[in-house]
């Protein structure tokens, strides 16, 4: 790790890169299950499990990061497997949009 701080390493500034881009990753997932929750669309608690998952990842200790990813891993399976099953899309309008504009 210590590496990456090194200014004569081959990629002295990745680490700051690595580090946003985790954030972002983070912050993407947690608004996705906060968003799940809310529509209420999917199953809540598949957004439940994946916020927690992604809260869990950020807890530096190697068995809480394997629960983590097991929660993530059961909320995104979960949610892939409610989008192939439902077959069909509903599609509810209260205003022709075309019309009204």
Do not use: C
């Not at 947690?30 to 529509?39: E, K, N, P, Y």
């Not at 530096?60 to 995104?76: C, E, N, S």
């Not at 077959?87 to 205003?95: C, E, L, M, P, R």
């Amino acid at each position: 790790m210590m590496r990456f701080l090194d200014s004569t390493s081959p990629l002295p500034g990745i680490l700051p890169i690595l580090l946003a881009t985790l954030l972002l990753f983070e912050v993407g997932y947690i608004l996705t299950g906060i968003a799940i929750v809310g529509a209420g669309v999917l199953p809540r608690l598949a957004g439940v499990l994946l916020i927690a998952g992604v809260m869990l990842d950020l807890v530096p200790i190697v068995p809480v990061k394997m629960v983590a990813g097991l929660l993530f891993g059961i909320a995104t399976v979960w949610i892939g497997v409610t989008l192939m099953g439902s077959g069909k899309v509903v599609v509810q309008s209260t205003t022709n949009w075309a019309t009204s504009h």
